[in-house]
């Protein structure tokens, strides 16, 4: 019997599906690395491409073009916002794109060039998304749209945790808004957290770090906003000095999130209005910073103006909390500060786990082959006989491996060996390798089976690069020295 589906349940169907698209591949970020699927897939477009920090500057169009060949559907207008936002440094905290040209100001939100004007390339930080990424340390990897090509759904992001940079996202029936943090203050609360899960929140917490340099004027709120995941809005209020020289008001260190055009619209609006009073007229100097100039009349009482500017301009702005991420990747949820800590600790701590495994495999494999080698030189007579009395290099492989007892890589090796290896002190390289090896996989396997080893600060070794604790602290000399007014709230 036929099951006619009605239209009700059919638009809802269909609806639960168009919001889950919109959530999972476009609005809300990944927990583990924090980025977007739209961002990590023009990253990864770059680092396929070697349009990097570690390459010439290309047009950002080659970047754009990059994305859209290998995975990114939305439409190469879209990328390229995503693009040079994240070039921007007064809307991301730390830039992942370096840029050369007119890739905007603080002025407006699109004021910048079109991709074919711009040059572009990705910038040192995002390095970090991409490290141990050839240690086979993701397992989450999906076709493309063409099934061409495999991307990774979720990056290592080693000693970087890309939230920090701060989310909006619009999804269908709930929204993400994350502001931007210190990065060395948030990797200090990891190790923090790391070594100890019972912390305290305050020991944990970190206030937001806006790259306008905004102050933050309700602190308490903004903290129990941040430590639950949601809240009442954080409170940003610009810089107003007044100059006595010049009559006039300068603002800067805008609220994030607020362009310049955007507080000159509102103030000759009040002006023309007449709700506003004292003031002669507004010149924005902006360049790279906000700088707006509000010259004043005589005998105008300009804290009263000031007054009056944060109460009636964006001069004065909130920003939502709403710590929503995508759950291993899958499901949306609101985390508190603890939890989304904990999410990329854990992704972490499976990335390492997984690099000392492939480590240790090839470490394994190495010495596998070693020990066929001296084997073999060590009767050597017999090798050179029965390699010479074998009719072709496939038999030759196959009677090695009866004669010696070794696998058929471990031929293939001894085959492969020149004469000049034979010598005394290249057998003794060999056995020399053999023990440093040996030495390197036993450390590696102390470390897999004990918690305290992985995770503790191997700074003081060689191997500082090799412990989770490290991968945190890794980044403090080059990102974390930056302190805007926002740090001091």
Not at 315 to 337: A, E, H, Y
Not at 417 to 434: F, G, H, R, T, W
């Amino acid at each position: 019997m036929e099951i006619k589906e009605s239209l009700q349940e059919r638009l809802k169907s269909s609806f639960l599906l168009y919001g889950e698209e919109v959530a999972i591949n476009r609005s809300i970020p990944d927990a583990r690395d924090g980025l977007k699927l739209g961002l990590r897939q023009g990253l990864y477009a770059q680092y396929t491409n070697k349009l990097t920090c570690n390459y010439p500057f290309k047009k950002a169009l080659k970047s754009v073009a990059a994305a859209m060949s290998q995975s990114y559907y939305h439409g190469d207008a879209a990328m390229y916002d995503t693009f040079i936002r994240s070039a921007k440094p007064w809307v991301y905290r730390y830039v992942l794109e370096e840029a050369q040209g007119a890739y905007g100001s603080p002025c407006a939100p699109d004021d910048h060039s079109a991709s074919r004007y711009v040059e572009m390339r990705s910038s040192k930080i995002s390095e970090y998304f991409f490290k141990k990424l050839e240690k086979n340390t993701i397992i989450d990897w999906y076709n493309n749209y063409d099934d061409t090509e495999k991307i990774p759904g979720v990056l290592p992001s080693i000693g970087f945790w890309g939230i920090i940079n701060g989310v909006k996202g619009i999804a269908v029936g709930f929204t993400s808004s994350i502001s931007p943090m210190n990065l060395k203050e948030v990797n200090s609360a990891l190790i923090k957290l790391l070594q100890n899960p019972e912390i305290s929140d305050d020991e944990i917490y970190c206030p937001p770090d806006y790259p306008s340099g905004c102050i933050i004027i309700n602190g308490k709120e903004a903290k129990q906003s941040i430590l639950n995941g949601q809240g009442p809005a954080i409170k940003m209020r610009g810089i107003i000095n007044y100059n006595k020289n010049k009559n006039a008001l300068i603002i800067t260190n805008i609220p994030w999130g607020v362009f310049t055009n955007t507080i000159i619209s509102q103030i000759k609006e009040l002006i023309e209005t007449e709700q506003i009073k004292g003031i002669e007229k507004v010149i924005d100097y902006t360049k790279t910073e906000a700088e707006i100039y509000v010259y004043l009349s005589k005998n105008s009482n300009y804290k009263e103006i000031i007054r009056e500017l944060y109460s009636k301009t964006s001069v004065q702005s909130s920003c939502s909390v709403r710590t929503v991420m995508l759950d291993n990747g899958r499901f949306p949820k609101v985390f508190t500060w603890r939890e989304a800590l904990q999410a990329h600790i854990d992704h972490e701590k499976e990335v390492y786990r997984r690099g000392f495994e492939f480590d240790l495999a090839k470490i394994e494999h190495r010495l596998h082959i070693i020990e066929g080698l001296l084997i073999c030189t060590a009767r050597i007579d017999e090798v050179i006989s029965t390699i010479k009395n074998s009719s072709s290099p496939t038999v030759a492989n196959l009677n090695l491996q009866r004669n010696f007892l070794l696998d058929e890589e471990q031929a293939k090796a001894v085959l492969a060996l020149k004469l000049a290896s034979l010598a005394k002190l290249e057998v003794k390289k060999l056995e020399e390798e053999k023990i440093k090896l040996t030495e390197e996989a036993n450390r590696i396997k102390i470390i897999l089976q004990n918690e305290k080893e992985f995770n503790q600060d191997h700074n003081s070794n060689d191997n500082a690069s090799d412990s989770i604790f490290s991968c945190f602290s890794e980044l403090f000399p080059l990102w974390g020295a930056s302190i805007s007014p926002a740090d001091k709230h």
